[in-house]
């Protein structure tokens, strides 16, 4: 069994950046993928990024280049960084841990939003 906590959403202008991060206890991360999805209000949730334990990264077409997954096996956290945020991007963001796809284990989502 793995809980897994999200912190570091918040307000955010169009062009900035976020760190999310995703705490986990109750097990090693490190031997699931791990993932990050984000729903946004009226739209199915989608994954954004994935990292698998051997650190292979998958991203979504419409965040690859600005955002970045990555995972600290040390610190059993996982992190997203955001950077050059559009406004479409505002969504609840969580992230998720399984074997061998993300989807097993949920956080319970952080907010961000991406507003002038």
């Known amino acids: 069994q793995v809980q897994l906590v999200e912190s570091g959403g918040g307000l955010v202008q169009p062009g900035g950046s976020l760190r999310l991060s995703c705490a986990a206890s109750g097990s090693m991360l490190s031997i699931y993928t791990m993932g990050w999805y984000r729903q946004a209000p009226g739209k199915q949730r989608e994954l954004v990024a994935r990292?698998?334990?051997?650190?292979?990264?998958v991203y979504a077409d419409s965040v690859k280049g600005r955002f970045t997954i990555s995972r600290d096996n040390a610190k059993n956290t996982g992190y997203l960084q955001m950077n050059s945020l559009k406004v479409g991007d505002t969504a609840v963001y969580y992230c998720?841990?399984?074997?061998?796809?993300?989807?097993?284990?949920w956080g319970q989502g952080t907010q961000v939003t991406v507003s002038s």
């Open positions: 990292i698998t334990s051997g650190g292979i990264t």
């Open positions: 998720a841990a399984g074997d061998p796809f993300p989807n097993k284990y």
